[in-house]
């Protein structure tokens, strides 16, 4: 059984870089196949795309996102990180972690969310 664990600080001040960890347990981030993934729900809005890594390593954003998120991985740990630069109070969401096949796209495991919240 493949869980993610999402973490990282619920409060960030606008300008500043929101940084997320996701730790995963049962699986391991470099199994051929895999996408993991990053995605965030606003208040009230529905679910926004961030971007993923893929097993070899590289990464794939959203367009919208793309010029201000890195997405990276620490094989010795089994997590992967999401780092939102300049980030301003439209960033605040639920963001969550997830794991999907590559060959269908389907979505396997989810994390359970960790609510970011940008103010001052």
């Known amino acids: 059984q493949v869980q993610l664990q999402e973490s990282g600080p619920g409060l960030v001040k606008p300008s500043q870089t929101l940084s997320l960890t996701c730790t995963v347990s049962?699986?391991?981030?470099?199994?051929?196949?895999?996408?993991w993934s990053w995605i965030r729900q606003p208040p009230g809005k529905g679910l926004e795309w961030i971007g993923y890594?893929?097993?070899?390593?590289?990464?794939y954003y959203s367009p919208s996102l793309k010029s201000r998120t890195v997405i990276s991985r620490d094989t010795s740990k089994n997590q992967f990180t999401l780092q939102l630069s300049s980030v301003t109070p439209e960033d605040t969401a639920v963001y969550y972690c997830?794991?999907?096949?590559?060959?269908?796209?389907?979505?396997?495991?989810w994390g359970q969310g960790t609510q970011v919240t940008v103010s001052t």
């Open positions: 997830f794991r999907q096949v590559a060959s269908t796209g389907w979505v396997d495991y």
């Open positions: 049962g699986g391991s981030v470099t199994t051929n196949g895999y996408y």
């Open positions: 890594i893929r097993y070899s390593g590289s990464a």
